[in-house]
């Protein structure tokens, strides 16, 4: 029997659109595309021309390449110049189709170019399916920092085809599930017995209800960060060794601990953190070579930082933010993490 797509509204008002996620879902292309009465599309794609259907309208392809190195403005530049070539026009639309950053990066230039283009995203990997694709957020990269320009641009649809999952390696398959587990802690729920589909129809409709109440990142919308405050700051001392879905696995531990010792939730919640995070095959410990001071400065330049270093951790309540939390806490907690292939840090006396 052909499993039915899962459909999860993201309600914005005139700006409101679909994810729809299950097998063969790209296949709805065509649709999608008349449903809008786009005339022409501009498809970019990091994926080799096969992976995309004919989006039924006159389209051109763009050859386009996922990773952080091409999410740049020089990027955005040539792909709106493809567009004019093209004669891309407002009544038109562009699809992309790749991995998180591709979806950012193409995100971007629709944003900008004609002021603002249609943009309907395909997502390849998990991290995109379940986080990057939904909830407008596009940005490029500046030699001084990630995602440093950037819009909020809502797709007009989010088509997760769980088909082009099969086709990850297996470390970036299992890096996807970093954004599944941070779901449990951020009233997802335990998402653990469902199956890949469940997973991210579970996880994206989190991601809804709060982008819904949330577009523009004010309030309820740091959850999403939960586990990235150190997640990033693993990303950058790791020289992005370690993958944003094992940095943010790590940070989600880490987050539990650091809840832990401020008497925000008890030992059993620290220890499902762990649980959760193991049973996704997702690393817990810290990487061996990464010094804890350099891990806090790195932390200090996080977005959500009000001068101190600020987390989202949970607490009887649920999730929060929490600004002002004292360095000597987060360096304890650090320094008593287990190290890959080490184990625990002697905590400084
Ligand atoms: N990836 C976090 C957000 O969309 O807010």
């Known amino acids: 029997m052909t499993e039915s797509p899962r459909r999860i509204a993201v309600a914005l008002g005139a700006r409101s659109y679909e994810v729809v996620i299950g097998p063969g879902v790209r296949n709805l292309l065509p649709e999608v ?3 809008m009465g786009a005339r022409r599309a501009a498809v970019v794609s990091a994926r080799p021309a096969r992976w995309t259907p004919s989006p039924g309208v006159p389209a051109t392809f763009i050859a386009a390449r996922d990773g952080e190195a091409d999410k740049t403005l020089s990027t955005v530049e040539a792909l709106t110049r493809d567009f004019a070539r093209f004669g891309l026009t407002r009544s038109d639309v562009v699809v992309s189709c790749g991995g998180g950053t591709t979806t950012d990066t193409v995100g971007l230039a629709a944003a900008l170019y004609h002021r603002g283009l249609p943009v309907v995203h395909l997502p390849t990997t998990l991290l995109a399916q379940v986080d990057a694709s939904v909830g407008g957020k596009t940005a490029v990269n500046l030699p001084e920092g990630k995602n440093l320009v950037g819009a909020y641009w809502q797709p007009s649809a989010v088509l997760c085809d769980t088909d082009y999952l099969r086709t990850l390696p297996e470390r970036e398959r299992i890096s996807g599930y970093g954004e599944i587990a941070r779901c449990h802690f951020i009233g997802a729920g335990d998402l653990r017995h469902l199956d890949l589909t469940g997973q991210i129809a579970a996880s994206v409709a989190r991601k809804a209800v709060i982008v819904a109440a949330d577009e523009r990142d004010t309030g309820l919308r740091h959850l999403l960060n939960y586990g990235h405050t150190l997640g990033h700051a693993l990303e950058h001392a790791t020289g992005f060794a370690m993958r944003h879905g094992e940095a943010v696995a790590v940070g989600t531990v880490f987050a539990g601990r650091l809840a832990g010792a401020l008497g925000r939730i008890g030992a059993d ?7 959760v995070v193991q049973h996704y095959q997702l690393p817990t410990e810290l990487p061996a070579d990464v010094d804890s001071d350099r891990l806090v400065s790195l932390m200090r330049l996080d977005k959500k930082a009000a001068g101190g270093l600020s987390f989202v951790l949970d607490g009887p309540q649920g ?31």
């Open 269 to 275: 919640r620290v220890q499902e953190h762990l649980e």
């Open 33 to 35: 595309i008349a449903g």
């Open 319 to 349: 999730a929060e933010l929490v600004h002002d939390v004292p360095v000597s806490v987060v360096t304890d907690v650090l320094r008593s993490m287990p190290r890959d292939g080490v184990g625990p840090m002697p905590v400084a006396g």
